[in-house]
């Protein structure tokens, strides 16, 4: 089992950045891939971002490109998205997700979620 932790959620204006970050415990860090996705009101939650169990590799929805980075350190069994130029349209829900797996996974099919952290963008 692992349980996953998200926390750096919070209300920003336009333009502004916010850091997620995601902590892990229960198991090897290192053997997990992990992702963000986010899930705003009335929508499908989608997928934001994934980074690969060594951390070499990574993947992004086209809508954040450029803007958000995921990165991870597995000396504190944390993932973060470091999220910039923030949109209105960034507005979820966002949760981080596990999968043991040296692939990055950019579906749903991830094995562990946390409860998620409220991101609000004020226009």
């Known amino acids: 089992q692992v349980q996953l932790v998200e926390s750096g959620g919070g209300l920003v204006q336009t333009g502004g950045s916010l850091r997620l970050s995601c902590v892990a415990s229960?198991?090897?860090?290192?053997?997990?891939?992990m992702g963000w996705f986010r899930q705003a009101p009335g929508k499908e939650r989608e997928f934001v971002a994934g980074?690969?169990?060594?951390?070499?590799?990574?993947y992004y929805a086209d809508s954040v490109k450029g803007r958000f980075t995921i990165s991870r350190d597995s000396a504190k069994n944390t993932v973060y998205l470091q999220m910039n130029s923030l949109k209105p349209e960034d507005t979820a829900v966002y949760y981080c997700?596990?999968?043991?797996?040296?692939?990055?996974?950019?579906?749903?099919?991830?094995?562990?979620w946390g409860q998620g952290t409220q991101v609000t963008v004020s226009s």
């Open positions: 997700a596990a999968k043991e797996t040296k692939l990055i996974i950019r579906t749903q099919r991830y094995d562990y």
């Open positions: 980074i690969s169990r060594s951390g070499g590799g990574t």
């Open positions: 229960g198991r090897t860090f290192s053997s997990y891939a």
